[in-house]
């Protein structure tokens, strides 16, 4: 993510929260936060537990986010919290780029806000016949994300979508919707076909039709983390074994059973670093009405 | 109709919902590949159908998308490639570093030694290896263990180069955290050790790692025991004194790769510390451990430049002076025998070469400890009334003279605190701001008084120069008011200064007030083993290898003490270089394969 993506995705994410700008440019916002938004980033529980029992009037916190990439110069010499004082109040003043802990606060704080939607496309503006109805089919659009893991990792998005009238499958679903302008509110002169399958078999299928997706990929690393799984087990075991092999001595009794234990220890070690393993998990989902009967 | 909906605790009895194999992630795992399982997390659709039989709420659709988009932007989308250089855009590490990042990762598979020589940046490729695997979400849980001084500085390095949100363990219940640094003292005493030993860490980092050398000892089994998927063991001196040590580092993180210990010694070992078939050993060795060396280039350090500035002392120091060294030679042959109190009369002389408040204190403590019919009282009486006729400081004046002359930051360096309180009164009667720096502050105020001296202060006092590091790249100037006799001490003042990071060349001033011992030092450290243009890091190797028997400054003491005149010392303090010549000239051959 460059200066300008951060800088597009921090602002989104506090407009979309309700908050208030109090100054905003290419290089900075400075962003009196709302009630939602300061729950969410500013890390005070027990003030807001505060103001929900008192129910007093809350103060949310006011930041100044700069995006430049700050020279390391620049921050060794900053304090690592540093702020303004202004006759509105304190400014907390922080850098803001791509690997800041505030931004990883923001993705992780859009993640827990961004879970789960039902929205409605809306229809084209003096298209629609003032009597008739439009029909509007029911999608389960759901994001994947697939992590192919041994010692190293690496992740794959898949933004598919199902038709609950139909089963049909859109692999490219969450890219045409980004396109649509959505609505949470059921537009008027529309009406929502029969769901054909229920939400429940629209996933089963969704996960199923991945799954043989995955199935045909390229399975080389897997192998490859095998095969240095299975080395890593015949080294130690070639060290354990003729060591506790030669402990036959009664007294070397207790000696034998700490080193079993430990030979153990390393062989699930090998395992939990080594064994290739795949894992499937829904990032967010939402259920999606849109124009047309598929 | 309202249907009551389980609330998350106790849906674990009574799971209303109708069910497509497994909940929230499978209990039986797919295959996907013979060797391959895939496991299935699917807990916001069931948070979908929550929503769905309850109506509401709904997330924002921008939020939505945003989610996407983050999940998009660190995605790893490569096994390979080192991200975490995209997200440290602040910082920049140096091309071994990186290297051995790369090396560690992709051909290692996370377990390694890191055993670059002093002064490469050992805890940086650390950083960088720590940060790809957070990143990549191989590792959450995290161990540092570092000798209890470097604590703190570890917490700081990994939270302002690497936003690595890492803390100090303090209490116990902070164990519970990701990434805790601890001291291996603390981790291996109960409880901790018991709690430690209950956990499964993902990566577990030992600094100074040649402590765990013995398998024998507490710290081995306690790192031997604990459960760990990767694990990284940094040290710069892998082997100290016998091969066994290097095999026994390995064996804790790959128990085999050198073979069982019979193996081992068969193959390897000709002598104690000489190795045989060292292809073959450093194949193997290559696969688990990296050493960068200096020499190997590619660092590159700026110069010191080192002036020496002759005093003569003025008439009344000199008398003082030369009263003290009486003082300390007749007296050195009352209490033949005593080494400590022998050693602590050398202290007196090396003072007067310093300031007249240092002797003046350690004077009158002497005179305290005599008893009151002691014929030494009057001796030292007349020593003080000696102190009382000297003005002015010659070393003081010379130094303010040259920091006028520099205009620019600079760190003066004294072994003693009555010197330092002297210079900082002088240099405030001068209107130079100084801050003093010292051992016994603690951390908060060092670091406000660093603080100072690089935004405010031209001056900075500093009586300790090891320990938690300071680093003051930005100055470039240093002054040696004084010289320790342990050039360990030296090496550490100038490293303050002139390490990884600094730009400039830097210039290192030591004061020699002639005809005192202090003239036989610098003449020694300067001019003999000449250690200021050494390498960095060349003289730890030489110190330790001369230091087995006794340490370098009590040799020196005893020197003075013994020799009956200046020539005698100066011959004495010639040997010792010439001793110490010798031993760098064998390291060097030893380091040339």
New interface residues.
């Given amino acids: 993510?460059n200066t300008k993506?951060v800088h597009k995705?921090v602002t989104?994410?506090l407009?979309?929260m309700g908050c208030h700008f109090i100054e905003k440019s290419p290089s900075s916002v400075t962003v009196k936060l709302s009630p939602d938004a300061d729950r969410a980033l500013t890390n005070r529980p027990y003030y807001w537990s505060f103001v929900d029992r008192t129910g007093a009037e809350p103060e949310t916190m006011t930041y100044r986010w700069s995006f430049e990439?700050?020279?390391?110069?620049?921050?060794?010499?900053a304090?690592?919290i540093s702020y303004v004082m202004t006759e509105s109040g304190r400014i907390v003043q922080e850098d803001v780029?791509?690997?800041?802990?505030r931004l990883l606060q923001?993705?992780e704080a859009?993640?827990q806000?961004?879970?789960?939607?039902?929205?409605f496309e809306e229809p084209l503006r003096g298209r629609s016949d003032p009597l008739g109805s439009q029909p509007y089919t029911a999608w389960l659009g759901?994001?994947f994300?697939v992590?192919?893991?041994c010692?190293?990792?690496?992740?794959?998005?898949y933004?598919w979508g199902i038709s609950l009238a139909t089963g049909f499958i859109d692999e490219k679903f969450?890219e045409t919707l980004?396109l649509k302008r959505?609505t949470?509110r059921l537009p008027s002169n529309v009406h929502i076909l029969r769901n054909g399958i229920s939400?429940?078999k629209g996933?089963?299928q969704l996960?199923l039709t991945l799954?043989r997706k995955?199935?045909n990929v390229d399975?080389t690393?897997?192998?490859e983390?095998?095969q240095?799984r299975q080395d890593?087990l015949e080294?130690?075991?070639?060290?354990?074994q003729?060591?506790l092999e030669a402990m036959t001595h009664e007294d070397q009794k207790a000696q034998k059973e700490e080193q079993t234990a430990?030979y153990l220890?390393?062989e699930?070690?090998i395992d939990?670093?080594?064994r290739?393993?795949?894992?499937?998990?829904?990032?967010?989902?939402?259920?999606f009405h849109l124009p047309g009967i598929h | 109709m309202q249907i009551p909906f389980p609330s998350p605790a106790d849906t674990s009895t009574s799971v209303v919902s109708p069910s497509i194999p497994g909940s929230s992630s499978d209990p039986a795992p797919r295959k996907l590949h013979p060797f391959v399982e895939m496991h299935v997390e699917r807990s916001a659709f069931e948070d979908l159908e929550r929503r769905v039989e309850r109506n509401g709420s709904w997330d924002d659709w921008t939020l939505y998308q945003l989610a996407l988009e983050a999940e998009e932007a660190s995605l790893v989308t490569d096994f390979h490639a080192l991200q975490c250089l995209a997200l440290l855009p602040h910082f920049e590490p140096l091309p071994h570093q990186v290297d051995t990042a790369r090396k560690v990762l992709h051909e290692m598979r996370g377990r390694a030694i890191l055993a670059d020589e002093v002064g490469l940046g050992k805890t940086i490729e650390a950083g960088l290896i720590l940060k790809e695997y957070l990143i990549r979400g191989l590792v959450k849980k995290v161990l540092i263990l570092v000798p209890a001084s470097l604590v703190l500085q570890w917490v700081r390095e990994l939270n302002s180069k690497f936003d690595i949100p890492a803390i100090a363990q303090r209490k116990t219940y902070m164990w519970d955290n990701d990434i805790v640094v601890a001291s291996m003292d603390t981790a291996k005493r109960d409880p901790n050790r018991t709690i430690l030993l209950d956990y499964e860490f993902d990566l577990i980092i030992v600094d100074e790692a040649h402590k765990l050398k013995n398998k024998r000892t507490g710290n081995y089994q306690f790192i031997n025991e604990l459960r760990k998927k990767y694990c990284l063991l940094l040290t710069a001196t892998p082997v100290q004194n016998d091969l066994s040590e290097l095999y026994n580092l390995i064996t804790l993180l790959k128990p085999g790769q050198l073979g069982g210990e019979g193996d081992f010694a068969a193959n390897f070992v000709a002598d104690r510390r000489i190795p045989k078939n060292e292809s073959k050993l450093h194949e193997a060795l290559g696969q688990v451990m990296i050493r960068n060396r200096r020499s190997d280039g590619g660092v590159e350090f700026t110069k010191r430049i080192v002036t020496n500035v002759p005093l003569r002392l003025s008439p009344e120091e000199m008398a003082l002076y030369q009263g003290v060294t009486d003082y300390v030679r007749k007296h050195a042959t009352a209490e033949m025998g005593d080494l400590t109190s022998m050693l602590s009369l050398v202290t007196l002389q090396r003072e007067v070469c310093s300031s007249r408040d240092a002797v003046f204190i350690t004077l009158i403590n002497l005179f305290k400890k005599t008893t009151e019919d002691s014929p030494l009282r009057a001796r030292i009486w007349e020593l003080v009334e000696l102190i009382r006729s000297i003005k002015a400081n010659t070393k003081a004046e010379k130094t303010m003279e040259l920091v006028q002359q520099m205009n620019d930051k600079v760190i003066i360096f004294t072994e003693y605190r009555a010197t330092q309180e002297y210079l900082l009164k002088f240099f405030k009667e001068h209107d130079i701001t100084a801050v003093p720096y010292r051992g016994g502050m603690n951390r908060g105020k060092k670091d406000w008084m660093m603080d100072l001296f690089r935004r405010k202060a031209q001056v900075m006092i500093a009586t300790e120069a090891g320990g938690e590091g300071i680093n003051l790249q930005f100055c470039h100037h240093v002054i040696n008011f004084d010289l320790p006799w342990n050039p360990m001490r030296v090496e550490q003042r100038i490293g303050r200064v002139h390490r990884l990071g600094q730009t400039d060349d830097v210039q290192i001033f030591n004061l020699c007030t002639l005809g005192t011992i202090e003239e036989h030092i610098v003449h020694l450290l300067h001019e003999k083993i000449n250690m200021f243009e050494l390498v960095i890091g060349e003289l730890d190797d030489i110190i330790q290898h001369l230091e087995k028997e006794e340490s370098l400054e009590r040799r020196l003491a005893k020197m003075v003490l013994e020799s009956t005149d200046g020539e005698q010392l100066r011959q004495r303090i010639d040997g010792l270089g010439d001793t110490l010549l010798a031993t760098k000239n064998q390291i060097h051959r030893e380091n040339k394969p």
């Avoid at chain 1, 806000?113 to 929205?119: I, K």
């Avoid at chain 1, 080294?235 to 354990?240: A, E, K, P, S, T």
Wanted: aromatic residues 12%; glycine residues 6%; hydrophobic residues 35%.
């Fill in positions: 993510m993506q995705f989104s994410y407009d979309s990439n700050p020279s390391m110069a620049d921050r060794a010499a304090s690592p780029y791509f690997g800041s802990r923001l993705f859009s993640h806000g961004g879970r789960c939607v039902t929205l759901v994001n994300k992590s192919y893991e010692d190293m990792k690496r992740e794959e998005l933004g969450m980004k959505l949470p939400l429940r996933m089963s996960e799954e995955l199935k399975f690393w897997a192998v983390a095998e240095r890593e080294r130690i075991r070639l060290y354990y003729p060591m430990r220890q390393r699930a070690e939990w670093q080594y290739p393993r795949v894992s499937m998990s829904v990032m967010n989902c939402g259920i």
